[in-house]
T-cell receptor, first 118, second 112 residues
Framework: AQKVTQAQTEISVVEKEDVTLDCVYE???????LFWYKQPPSGELVFLIR??????QNEISGRYSWNFQKSTSSFNFTITASQVVDSAVYFC???????????????FGKGTHLIIQP | DADVTQTPRNRITKTGKRIMLECSQT?????MYWYRQDPGLGLRLIYY???????NKGEISDGYSVSRQAQAKFSLSLESAIPNQTALYFC???????????FGPGTRLTVL
């Protein structure tokens, strides 16, 4: 069965600090996809990144970067020089090929509430 | 216009009432999903559909039913609402297995 663990329930930092959000996943499949979504206070879900299991290259997009390590089943997300607008709940999610009998769709972690203080 | 729309956006109902949440999409995707979000629990999959003839249960389907009226429309029904179905409900679409899912704005449902 699939599982996504976001052990950090809430993180609070001061603006301009760097912050890393942890994500650990479990799946029996060799083909799977990992995602990060952002949910600002307004409630919508904003897609940030999708990464397949065969691509372990780290990715950087502006102040955002992602570190994918299959050896530790982790897909961590770092915000550099955080800003107040980064305050939101961040979800890590997993989709595998379903060969293990699991449902299609995303398995989400419980989310990390990130608070950026001015 | 938004690619994935949900109606209503907010709904308050009473225990025992039947209620339907509707989702429409203009992305032309075959795959559609319904999720439920509870505080501190993330999102959980209720039902999903690959096309109008293919409906599948997700992790938490008890107490819910769905209807795929067309490729673009996927409705979620609560036959007899109960208070613990109070939650934020999201519809999503995707064009392939493991693809990005595009979410609607959500429906906030309160069952009194």
């Amino acid at each position: 069965a699939q599982k996504v663990t976001q052990a950090q329930t809430e993180i609070s930092v001061v603006e301009k600090e760097d912050v890393t959000l942890d994500c650990v996943y479990e799946t029996r499949d060799t083909t799977y996809y990992l995602f990060w979504y952002k949910q600002p206070p307004s409630g919508e879900l904003v897609f940030l990144i999708r990464r397949n299991s065969f691509d372990e290259q780290n990715e950087i997009s502006g102040r955002y970067s992602w570190n994918f390590q299959k050896s530790t089943s982790s897909f961590n997300f770092t915000i550099t020089a955080s800003q107040v607008v980064d305050s939101a709940v961040y979800f890590c999610a997993l989709s595998d090929s379903g060969s293990g009998g699991g449902a299609d769709g995303l398995t989400f972690g419980k989310g990390t509430h990130l608070i950026i203080q001015p | 216009d938004a690619d994935v729309t949900q109606t209503p956006r907010n709904r308050i109902t009473k225990t025992g009432k039947r209620i339907m949440l509707e989702c429409s999409q203009t992305k032309g995707h075959d795959r559609m999903y319904w999720y439920r979000q509870d505080p501190g629990l993330g999102l959980r999959l209720i039902y999903y559909s690959f096309d109008v003839k293919d409906i599948n249960k997700g992790e938490i389907s008890d107490g819910y039913s769905v209807s795929r009226q067309a490729q673009a429309k996927f409705s979620l029904s609560l036959e007899s609402a109960i208070p613990n179905q109070t939650a934020l409900y999201f519809c999503a679409t995707s064009d392939l297995q493991g693809g990005e899912q595009f979410f609607g704005p959500g429906t906030r449902l309160t069952v009194l």
